[in-house]
């Protein structure tokens, strides 16, 4: 019997095997193809744009800073394959107005062509204790990471819809999966761009329209820099319980996940453990990635209980720590 079991285990895994290919998704072919990436200027939203025109495709890049954005051209422009490729270069801030959003992409389309995939990472991140932020924060924040996302989405889902063809991209981050001590206004924000994708991709699938949200670590970005300067001690310590990436690994499974179609992507294993442990109710693109997560569910529960469990004594001890001074000064 239980070798009669163990043949229809594996019989079963055979045919989803097979089955998965049928029920994925065609890759998008990126040569010729129109990419727009917004926060495009520098970090990973530079190194995604390089990928892709690596790849053959034209770039829109949007940011800000018109400076930065005229030197990344210059860097992208290094990588071409053949002498037809474009960089178009849009200074506006992807937060602020729609109207405004809507008719920069209307330019764009008007000089590449439709756009084929659209990667947000327009963001930012600001750290430090729930009472001690500014109630400014968290709109900031708000605003920037998660409206930066729906408008440039918004703009181009009319068009990836008659079309029949389009890839979404949204980078979030593992903060976006796990909320963490000092990130209560970045998490959350994060968190939304997670609602926001799982919602919108079961209304576009059957238009053939796909979307990818990122989650990468800590990445050597000029804005993880920025960042470290305002950690509080608790969160710098958790922080430093895993690696940090470097930019062109992380556009490059980005990149890869957003061609084939993949709702989920992540880097190395703690991001493929995350990714299950938070699956819940998001979609996968073949039976087998569905299977892998029932099949790992209870080993990374079990793992990530021991995660939890160190980060809680780090916050304890730093707790101890601070108070230490306290007590001398009362019994000066």
Do not use: W
Not at 34 to 45: E, L, N, Q, R
Not at 84 to 97: A, G, H
Not at 124 to 150: D, H, P, Q, R
Not at 210 to 233: F, H, I, Q, S
């Amino acid at each position: 019997m239980l070798l009669l079991a163990a043949a229809g285990l594996v019989a079963f895994v055979l045919l989803l095997y097979m089955v998965s290919p049928l029920i994925s998704p065609k890759p998008l072919a990126l040569p010729g193809a129109h990419v727009v990436v917004t926060g495009g200027s520098s970090g990973i939203g530079k190194c995604i744009a390089i990928e892709c025109y690596k790849q053959g495709a034209f770039i829109t890049l949007v940011a800000r800073n018109e400076d930065k954005l005229l030197q990344a051209k210059k860097e992208i422009e290094k990588h071409s394959i053949n002498d037809k490729q474009v960089v178009l270069c849009i200074s506006v801030d992807v937060s602020q107005d729609y109207n405004q959003v809507e008719n920069v992409i209307k330019q764009a389309q008007e000089k590449l062509g439709p756009v084929d995939m659209l990667v947000n990472c327009a963001g930012t991140s600001l750290s430090g204790k729930f009472e001690e932020l500014e109630v400014s924060s968290f709109e900031k924040l708000m605003s920037i990471n998660y409206l930066g996302s729906v408008y440039p989405s918004r703009a181009v889902i009319t068009t990836m819809k008659e079309r029949r063809v389009g890839r979404i991209v949204f980078v979030s981050s593992q903060a976006g999966q796990l909320g963490l001590f000092g990130f209560t206004a970045y998490s959350s924000s994060k968190f939304a761009i997670r609602g926001l994708a799982e919602a919108l991709q079961m209304e576009v699938k059957p238009y053939n329209v796909y979307v990818t949200v990122a989650y990468p670590p800590d990445t050597d970005t000029p804005g993880l820099a920025e960042e470290n300067k305002t950690k509080p001690l608790e969160t710098r310590l958790i922080s430093e319980t895993t690696a940090i990436c470097k930019p062109e690994q992380v556009a490059k499974q980005i990149v890869k996940d957003a061609i084939q179609g993949n709702f989920n992507s992540s880097i190395g294993s703690d991001g493929y453990m995350l990714s299950s442990l938070t699956c819940g109710m998001a979609p996968v693109t073949s039976i087998t990635e569905g299977l892998q997560q029932v099949v790992t569910m209870g080993l990374f529960r079990t793992i990530a209980l021991f995660y939890l469990g160190s980060f809680d004594n780090i916050i304890r001890r730093c707790m101890v720590q601070k108070a230490k001074p306290e007590v001398v000064d009362k019994t000066a």
